[in-house]
């Protein structure tokens, strides 16, 4: 159980292109999606809180205009990134917790590799 | 916020060797996480920690969890090839868990035959 899928989960486009990551969880609800992002051999940072039916929280420095988040469902969360330039190439990857699970790890999606060139 | 460091950033241990990863925390610990990455891929959850002195294992990885010290420790018996990858911790910043995660940097395991 638990599983959470995102897609795709390789991209490459050209500079200026926007390009849509989508982040489900396949057998459970979630009100809470969380997004991070990983640069080689570094650890994951949080981006943002995205949350079912409301405006998304970010974390400080990162750009909630270069970061569309939209999450419509209770299984789906979306995050584009608008106007993607080289420096916009990053793992991206997203988490969700159960609702109403308590107190529940968040379970992660297998990632999304951004290439810019 | 909240930092977490872990040590040692990476570890070459002979198979069949004993090894353990430490988590400190710059901070109260609010809930402490060991997941294991292959590099590129996604999360895989290991185990959760809540409770200062709380201690769990799956297998042959067991994770400690010290409160008053904000260290956790991640031990794994008699290492097997699957066991190579990134260890990373991560912990909540505010009491709850509903936030996001900090994570440490990762401790890069390789295990040789």
């Known amino acids: 159980g638990a599983v959470v899928s995102q897609h795709p989960s390789w991209v490459i486009c050209k500079s200026g292109t926007s390009v849509k990551i989508e982040c489900r969880s396949l057998?459970?609800?979630?009100?809470?999606m969380f997004w991070y992002r990983q640069f080689p051999k570094q650890s994951l940072m949080l981006m943002a809180t995205s949350n079912e039916g409301s405006k998304a929280t970010y974390e400080q420095g990162v750009e909630k205009d270069k970061f569309l988040i939209n999450h419509a469902s209770l299984t789906l969360s979306t995050l584009t990134v608008t106007s993607a330039h080289p420096e916009d190439s990053s793992f991206y990857i997203c988490?969700?917790?159960?609702w109403g699970g308590g107190n529940q790890p968040q379970h992660f999606g297998d990632g999304t590799r951004l290439s810019i060139l | 916020s909240q930092e977490l460091e872990q040590s040692p950033q990476s570890l070459i241990v002979q198979e069949g060797k004993n090894l353990t990863i430490n988590c400190t925390s710059s901070k109260t610990l609010y809930g402490l996480y060991w997941y294991k990455q292959k590099y590129g891929e996604g999360l895989i959850f290991l185990m959760m920690?809540?409770?200062?002195?709380e201690e769990k294992s799956h297998e042959k990885i067991t994770a400690k969890l010290d409160e008053k010290k904000q260290q956790s420790s991640l031990h794994i018996t008699a290492s097997q090839p699957s066991h190579a990858g990134i260890y990373l911790c991560g912990a909540h910043n505010f009491r709850g868990g509903a936030d996001g995660l900090t994570f440490g940097k990762g401790t890069h395991l390789i295990i040789q035959p």
């Open positions: 057998d459970f609800q979630a009100t809470t």
């Open positions: 988490s969700a917790r159960v």
């Open positions: 920690l809540q409770k200062g002195g």
